[in-house]
């Protein structure tokens, strides 16, 4: 890409990031306690991210980017055998649990085709690890199927979790900017029957980590 095409690129990305912000906010608060999201802040949002899917993958090169995720994923014991990564962006927390767990299948799913796209060039060659474009809303995966479902700077919807989880299965929260959840967050997850069993801030950023009632 030409300098100045590069800079007008760069340009688009940081007005549509301004411009879609609040549509961001509210979809990702909707969506997580509602299952539901305005279709034009769903525009806004992908748009977003169908154009930012390079700075995501720059941002994943920062150590930094994944330290409360790892911290995360650092508390869970078990071995998964099935592991969905949602809103996986350009796929490196995915990376990093095909890594942890080789015997286990990791699927990465995001809304997003460049993101997907982005993934798959980022990740080629892992053989545990695949990507597919898919809602978090609305999983084209069976019922009770997963061991465990991780997200990291993406709120899922713990109904939608609940279904594709085994009973006892994990869900994994992080985030890169935010520290751990309001008690309404924690509330909600309870109220689709999750217990909660370890969050902790962490350097940067923090996680939460819950257990589907077995
Ligand atoms: C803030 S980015 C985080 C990306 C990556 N997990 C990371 O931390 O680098 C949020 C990601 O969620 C995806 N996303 C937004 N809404 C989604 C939905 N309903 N279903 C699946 N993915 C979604 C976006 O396309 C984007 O890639």
């Not at 995501?56 to 090169?61: D, L, M, N, Q, V």
């Not at 609305?138 to 899922?156: C, F, H, I, K, Q």
């Not at 890169?176 to 217990?195: K, M, P, R």
Request: with cysteine; hydrophobic share 40%; net charge neutral.
């Amino acid at each position: 890409m030409s300098t100045r095409a590069g800079r007008l690129g760069s340009a688009l990305v940081a007005a549509l990031d301004r411009r879609s912000r609040p549509s961001r906010e509210r979809i990702a608060v909707t969506g997580f306690f509602l299952g539901t999201q305005s279709a034009l802040d769903n525009l806004l949002s992908r748009a977003f991210f169908e154009l930012s899917n390079r700075d995501w993958a720059r941002a994943e090169e920062h150590e930094s980017h994944h330290l409360a995720f790892r911290d995360g994923l650092s508390r869970i014991t078990c071995e998964p055998s099935t592991v969905v990564d949602l809103g996986t962006g350009a796929g490196g927390s995915a990376a990093v649990m095909a890594k942890r767990w080789p015997a286990a299948t990791v699927v990465g799913v995001d809304s997003s085709r460049q993101m997907v796209r982005r993934a798959r060039e980022q990740h080629q060659g892992v053989v545990n690890l695949t990507f597919d474009l898919g809602d978090g809303l609305r999983l084209s995966l069976g019922d009770e199927t997963v061991d465990l479902v991780a997200s990291l700077n993406y709120m899922p919807f713990p109904g939608e979790v609940k279904r594709i989880l085994r009973p006892g299965g994990l869900v994994l929260v992080a985030s890169t900017f935010q520290s751990v959840g309001s008690a309404a967050i924690e509330a909600n997850w309870s109220d689709h029957g999750f217990t909660l069993e370890a969050k902790q801030d962490a350097q940067r950023g923090s996680f939460e980590l819950y257990r589907r009632s077995p």
